[in-house]
């Protein structure tokens, strides 16, 4: 973000579920992410360097400081920390949960709260957001 503006999203090109179908059932205690999966992360890795890259010269000529990943149907063990090893931001998961609480804080004697947030309603919650700033 740049003045709390998304200034760019970008969707890498490996799917959740090949990096779930290429995780070792027989893995050994300790070893989350497979060869395979490292492979395949390898690959996102070098696209989101370049997109890095990219903002860096071309948007903001200045370094990102944060990578964020969006929230995963499936637990994908090992996904951040192997992502940190490798870029120079810190990667970390987004807490949609926290943004929403810290944006829109809800009564302390309330129960209606943002408790757990289904991936599959991001762009929903995005576009209302985005709506909602648009209001006079």
């Known amino acids: 973000t740049r003045n709390d503006e998304l200034c760019m999203a970008r969707k890498v090109g490996i799917g959740l579920e090949a990096l779930v179908n ?8 300790g070893v989350e992410i497979s060869m395979a999966q490292q492979e395949l992360l390898d690959e996102a890795i070098l696209d989101i360097q370049r997109s890095l890259d990219f903002y860096e010269s071309n948007v903001a000529r200045r370094p990102v400081r944060k990578v964020l990943i969006a929230p995963l149907d499936y637990p994908l063990q090992g996904l951040v920390e192997y992502l940190d090893t490798y870029l120079n931001p810190e990667v970390s998961f987004l807490d949609l949960k926290q943004i929403l609480d810290q944006a829109y804080p809800r009564a302390e004697n309330s129960d209606h709260g943002v408790e757990l947030i289904n991936p599959c309603v991001l762009p929903a919650i995005g576009a209302a957001l985005r709506a909602f700033e648009m209001l006079p």
Do not use: L
């Open 22 to 29: 290429a995780a070792d059932p027989e893995a050994e205690a």
